[in-house]
Nanobody, 124 residues
Framework: QLQLVESGGGLVQAGGSLRLSCAAS????????MGWFRQAPGKEREFVAA????????RYADSVRGRFTIFRENAKKLLILQMNSLKPEDTAVYYC?????????????????WGQGTQVTVSS
């Protein structure tokens, strides 16, 4: 089993920045492709970003590309999402997720482990 715990959410004004962290425990963190997803009220959970096991490859949703950066610190078992130039439409609960294999997939069912989520609210 792999346990994931997100932190770093909060309230920020439009144009501001937040850094989300995901702390992993359990099995070898570096063995997993990692991803961030988000879910706004009344909407389905959607892909935000994914990162390869060694951190060398990334994939982003069009809506966040150029504003968000995903990276990992395998020695510390940490996944980070740096969010800049935040917009009100970025408001959602953000989830950290992990999957077996090597593909940087965007679908929710592709991921095997999930955190509990952290709320991000961007005011206009």
């Amino acid at each position: 089993q792999l346990q994931l715990v997100e932190s770093g959410g909060g309230l920020v004004q439009a144009g501001g920045s937040l850094r989300l962290s995901c702390a992993a425990s359990g099995r070898t963190f570096s063995s997993y492709v990692m991803g961030w997803f988000r879910q706004a009220p009344g909407k389905e959970r959607e892909f935000v970003a994914a990162l390869s096991r060694d951190g060398s490859s990334t994939r982003y949703a069009d809506s966040v590309r150029g504003r968000f950066t995903i990276f990992r610190e395998n020695a510390k078992k940490l996944l980070i999402l740096q969010m800049n130039s935040l917009k009100p439409e970025d408001t959602a609960v953000y989830y950290c997720a992990a999957k077996n294999g090597v593909l940087l997939q965007v679908s929710v069912p592709s991921y095997d482990y999930w955190g509990q989520g952290t709320q991000v609210t961007v005011s206009s």
